[in-house]
């Protein structure tokens, strides 16, 4: 097993930043992707970012590109979304997931999910 914590969502002015953090624990060897969802009230969830264990790629969905950057930390087991520019359409409760296989924008093929971390970006 694998378990996910986030840490670092809060409430932020739009145009503001926050950076949430995923620390990842147990079985890391079996993991080779890491993505970020969010789910806003009513919708459904929504791949954000990914990037490989080993952190050589990255993916990003269009609608945070050249705002957002996945990051990891090898030594510290870790993956960081630094978000930047936010907008009020970026509120929703974002999820780290991990997956045994490799990318996928696909929210059930990932295996094993964080408890989720509320980003709310007032207007």
């Known amino acids: 097993q694998v378990q996910l914590v986030e840490s670092g969502g809060g409430l932020v002015q739009a145009g503001g930043s926050l950076r949430l953090s995923c620390a990842a624990s147990?079985?890391?060897?079996?993991?080779?992707?890491m993505g970020w969802f969010r789910q806003a009230p009513g919708k459904e969830r929504e791949f954000v970012a990914g990037?490989?264990?080993?952190?050589?790629?990255?993916y990003y969905v269009d609608s945070v590109k050249g705002r957002f950057t996945i990051s990891r930390d090898n030594a510290k087991n870790t993956v960081d979304l630094q978000m930047n520019s936010l907008k009020p359409e970026d509120t929703a409760v974002y999820y780290c997931?991990?997956?045994?296989?490799?990318?996928?924008?696909?929210?059930?093929?990932?295996?094993?999910w964080g408890q989720g971390t509320q980003v709310t970006v007032s207007s």
């Open positions: 147990g079985r890391t060897f079996s993991i080779r992707f």
């Open positions: 997931a991990a997956d045994r296989s490799y990318y996928s924008s696909r929210a059930y093929d990932y295996d094993y």
């Open positions: 990037i490989s264990w080993s952190g050589a790629n990255t």
